[in-house]
């Protein structure tokens, strides 16, 4: 057998290639020559597909695709030719005495070959050779990562942990109604039990961790989780029914109200912000921004649901402060200024981009802003390593992501200014279905309605305008302080 491993996506592996060397072993009855020798493996490289516009850092990344080829051969063949295309594998040359023998040697041969690659020892008295065992980090990420802007962004309100059980139990039911043909209804069943068993159990943890003057309608909220028509008890009566259309409308809707309730949980940040960052605008909780693009060349937007075309349409973006507040608040800021009113966007393949603002009021230069998974605050001027399993917990690798550019002096930060619209596309994906430039950019945001606008922009199409509809009151300015 000979096998061909090339480099995986993104990720780094060292070997060091075979030597040429050769076994003998010798015996009064047995006596045979075993060579080994391998030409180094040809390497296929290929360029990472990155922004096609310059985002002030955005660099081609070189990595390697992986291929796995195997062959096998009988071991009455495998003293003949067993090259591989584009390989060279070991060739085996015996010499015996008897056909008596002669399966009895190969088999011999082979076992020695094996035995020293997989754990090379030195054996007492003869010749060997050494194979250094291949250092290799090959990690695949959790393939549960948000892939649509409302997922990330329920899973991303820092609510009582109750709740986030409940939540969480829930959301494993979107992955199971997935599966084809036979859904796993008894599985199902058990998610919603369990999710109805905690809410009951713990009323008063939940209601309790409500701010006083939300408790009247947090408690409204539950009773419409526990019994109402988009609530617990009716999404289980769908999946007694085994109708995963039905399924699917009912579980939206008590994600939904499980969202709501769980923000009304979180009125502020979870953490304390480092102090010499008190500086900068900052949204402690979630905004809502409204922009309508404009078209400047004659041709007009088709609304997804029919409709007639027109010159201009809108985005919504939900803008989220509890995982990037700075980033959040100065963005917030500047649409609150007017500073997006008239902006020129440019159109690529990945993304939508802003003009860079030199001549609008620029913002802050704010520093890179990032909350990996599983922790409770934000990194500042940090990348994370998706190599060594680091996520975000606002991943870029989203369709209709909002980030900042990074800054043109430093990519420890931010770009005052300009912002890009991402057009992930898993096809452009490396391994996991992550974005190559995944924990790179402050992503503080993901676009809500109007997500099929996003492809119809093109580049001199502007914004006419750019609204705050919703969070004013969760903008704090630094003259606040």
């Known amino acids: 057998m000979c096998l061909t491993l090339t480099t995986p996506t993104a990720f780094e592996v060292m070997a060091l290639p075979l030597s040429s060397s050769s076994i003998i072993i010798s015996s009064k009855k047995l006596s045979f020559n075993v060579s080994i020798s391998q030409k180094p493996t040809q390497k296929h490289l290929f360029l990472s597909a990155h922004f096609a516009f310059r985002l002030n850092e955005a660099r081609s990344q070189v990595t390697a695709r992986p291929a796995v080829r195997a062959c096998n051969s009988t071991t009455s063949t495998y003293a003949k030719d067993l090259a591989c295309e584009h390989d060279s594998p070991p060739n085996l040359y015996m010499s015996t005495f008897g056909d008596g023998t002669k399966k009895l040697k190969s088999l011999i041969a082979m076992i020695l070959i094996f035995i020293q690659i997989s754990a090379p020892v030195p054996l007492s008295g003869w010749d060997f050779w050494y194979v250094s065992p291949a250092k290799a980090v090959l990690y695949s990420p959790d393939t549960k990562v948000p892939r649509t802007g409302e997922l990330a962004l329920r899973k991303a309100i820092p609510a009582n942990i109750n709740m986030k059980s409940i939540q969480t139990s829930l959301e494993d039911i979107s992955y199971l109604l997935r599966i084809p043909q036979r859904k796993p209804y008894g599985t199902m069943e058990g998610n919603v039990k369990k999710a109805l068993k905690i809410a009951k159990d713990e009323k008063d943890s939940i209601l309790a961790s409500l701010p006083e003057d939300l408790k009247e309608k947090g408690s409204t909220l539950y009773a419409s989780l526990i019994d109402g028509k988009g609530g617990l008890q009716a999404l289980l009566q769908c999946i007694k029914d085994q109708d995963p259309d039905r399924v699917s409308v009912g579980l939206a809707s008590s994600l939904d109200a499980v969202a709501e309730l769980e923000l009304l949980q979180a009125p502020g940040l979870s953490f304390l912000l480092p102090q010499q960052y008190l500086k900068y605008p900052r949204l402690t909780g979630r905004g809502t921004v409204e922009f309508t693009i404009e078209k400047v060349d004659g041709s007009t937007f088709s609304p997804e649901a029919g409709g007639e075309p027109k010159k201009n349409a809108k985005i919504q973006v939900v803008i989220d402060g509890f995982s990037a507040p700075l980033t959040a608040g100065n963005f917030v800021k500047l649409v609150v200024d007017g500073a997006y009113n008239g902006a020129k966007l440019s159109f690529t393949d990945q993304a939508v981009l802003t003009d860079n603002g030199l001549d609008k009021n620029s913002g ?35 369709y209709g992501a909002v980030a900042m550019a990074h800054s043109e002096v430093s990519e420890d930060f931010s770009a005052p200014y300009q912002f890009f619209f991402y057009l992930y596309d898993k096809r452009n994906a490396g391994l996991g279905g992550l974005s190559f430039d995944e924990g790179q950019f402050s992503v503080f945001g993901y676009t809500t309605a109007g997500r099929e606008i996003l492809s119809q922009i093109k580049s001199g199409d502007i914004i006419q305008s750019a609204e705050l509809v919703e969070g004013q009151d969760r903008l704090i300015l630094p003259n606040e302080n």
């Not at 990032?370 to 917990?393: A, C, H, K, N």
């Open 364 to 398: 802050y230069s704010v520093p890179l802003e990032i909350m990996p998974s599983g922790q409770f605050e934000p990194l500042y001027r940090t990348t994370l390593s998706v190599q060594d399993g680091e996520l975000p917990v606002l991943p870029l690798s989203v």
